[in-house]
């Protein structure tokens, strides 16, 4: 038992009856660690709060007064319990409101305390079975819908085929629930390691043509023969790229993916790392295609703008989500310029004003872009595609070392505005913050070493402009 468990179980005597409840109680028994508590208490709910959060030295705070709930969380946030009023008059009742039978069952506070499960949930447990607790299950709160996929996707179960038909009956309600609730769960099921399963789920069950119709329309929309599947399908594979990639980019990138593993562990917003946020640029990198599609005479299928439509209808869709603004910039600019580095494929070599370009195009996401390009490339397996990863691959290769260190460093000008607005003539506006741009790319290109051939090119790309 927890220490802070350990001051409930000496604290809760004084203040009324409490119980272990939900998913702690799930978890317990499947043997799976929890740093989240919920506590059911038919007594004085803030006075156990304020007296749990003196003993464990956490911090309590009110989350409800209409419902009477608190919180105690721990102060370094590893822990954090909720302790609330019994809904209903007795436990039982408490009991019966809750989504699944799994997440019904209690455990009063103390040691060697019987398990209270009234509606079958240590059977269902054990037969790895998602079932409702009474046909309101869903009614009551549509949300549950997507919790139900979280879970299934979670833990692994399979959903009682009666669960299925009446999340199915109340998943067009979820467009009507706080849309932060249901991009909360959202993230979860895109940051498992199952999401491609869970999103197949969710539309079985009718929650992606609730809260994401736009992915539901990519369904049927056929592309060129150098693509295998319709948009959807692509969309997901492209998906179960991100995830491999996530798991070990040096099978693709070599030596930098290392680099690139911390890089997409790293912490984003919205508590998604940069790889969770990549994840929700594969479900939207091609989101416009469905609105973009045309056929042209040679019967050649083509999706022009699609990148710059979609950059905008992913930040469209995570704004009515809720999201974050990083989220949403973020997202929007791997949408926005997934597309760049196939192209430079047909430039190659590239010269270092080539790959400056581009890096500077596609800041601050140079590296996720670049990693993510060829998850999008592996997931395309048409005509000559063998010939076309092998291409892609090898550019990404090149040049996610450059992306690696522009990160780490932006190339900066090779000489201070004034003393060259100074040396040259020019005074300061637009003109010679032009002039500072072209500098920076020759220095990075290595065109330019000494201060006198940073000025002597200066001149000379003034008198060619003027010209």
Not at 9 to 23: I, N, S, T, Y
Not at 173 to 184: G, K, N, P, T, Y
Not at 371 to 377: I, P, Q
Not at 437 to 452: F, G, I, K
Request: hydrophobic residues 45%.
């Amino acid at each position: 038992m927890t220490q802070p468990l350990q001051a409930l179980a000496e604290l809760a005597p004084a203040h009324g009856r409490a119980w272990l409840v939900g998913g702690a109680v799930r978890d317990e028994l499947l043997g799976r660690q929890t740093l989240d508590y919920d506590v059911a208490v038919d007594g004085d709910v803030q006075g156990l709060a304020r007296a749990l959060g003196r003993a464990a030295r956490g911090h309590p705070f009110s989350l409800s007064e209409a419902f009477g709930a608190w919180r105690v969380k721990a102060r370094d946030g590893g822990w954090q319990i909720d302790v609330t009023p019994l809904v209903g008059e007795t436990l039982e009742q408490d009991l019966a409101r809750r989504d699944l039978t799994i997440n019904a069952i209690a455990r009063p506070i103390g040691p060697g305390a019987e398990l209270i499960d009234p509606f079958g949930g240590v059977a269902d447990l054990a037969a790895r079975r998602l079932r409702m607790v009474g046909p309101e299950s869903f009614s009551a709160d549509p949300l549950r819908t997507v919790r139900l996929v979280r879970l299934a996707v979670d833990l692994q179960f399979e959903v009682d085929a009666l669960t299925a038909r009446e999340a199915v009956t109340s998943a067009p309600e979820l467009r009507d629930v706080a849309q932060e609730r249901v991009f909360a769960e959202l993230c979860q099921i895109i940051s498992a390691d199952g999401a491609v399963a869970g999103l197949e789920l969710m539309e079985r069950f009718g929650v992606t043509q609730a809260v994401l119709p736009e992915l539901v329309a990519l369904r049927g929309v056929q592309q060129s023969d150098y693509h295998h599947l319709d948009v959807h399908g692509h969309t997901l594979a492209v998906l179960a790229q991100v995830i491999e990639l996530e798991r070990d980019p040096t099978r693709v990138l070599g030596a930098p993916g290392r680099e690139v593993s911390l890089l997409l562990a790293e912490p984003l917003a919205n508590e998604l790392t940069r790889g969770g946020a990549m994840r929700f640029g594969a479900l939207l990198h091609d989101i416009a295609k469905a609105r973009t599609r045309s056929v042209g005479e040679s019967g050649r299928v083509g999706f022009q703008g699609h990148d710059v439509l979609g950059a905008e209808m992913a930040a469209e869709i995570l704004t009515r989500l809720r999201a974050s603004e990083r989220l949403i910039a973020h997202v929007a600019a791997l949408t926005r310029h997934h597309l760049r580095l196939g192209f430079l494929v047909r430039r190659r070599p590239l010269s270092r004003r080539d790959v400056y370009g581009y890096l500077a195009a596609c800041e601050p996401v140079e590296v996720d872009v670049t990693a993510f390009s060829v998850a999008d490339r592996l997931a395309t397996l048409g005509r000559n595609s063998d010939r076309a990863v092998e291409l892609h691959l090898e550019l990404a290769r090149e040049i996610i070392a450059d992306a690696l260190a522009w990160r780490g460093s932006r190339p900066r000008p090779p000489i201070r505005g004034d003393e060259l607005g100074q040396a040259v003539g020019v005074p300061p506006g637009p003109e010679l913050g032009e002039l500072l741009e072209e500098l920076t790319v020759a220095a990075y290109a290595d065109e330019v070493q000494s201060e006198e051939q940073v000025v002597a090119h200066a001149r000379a790309w003034l008198a060619a402009k003027r010209a």
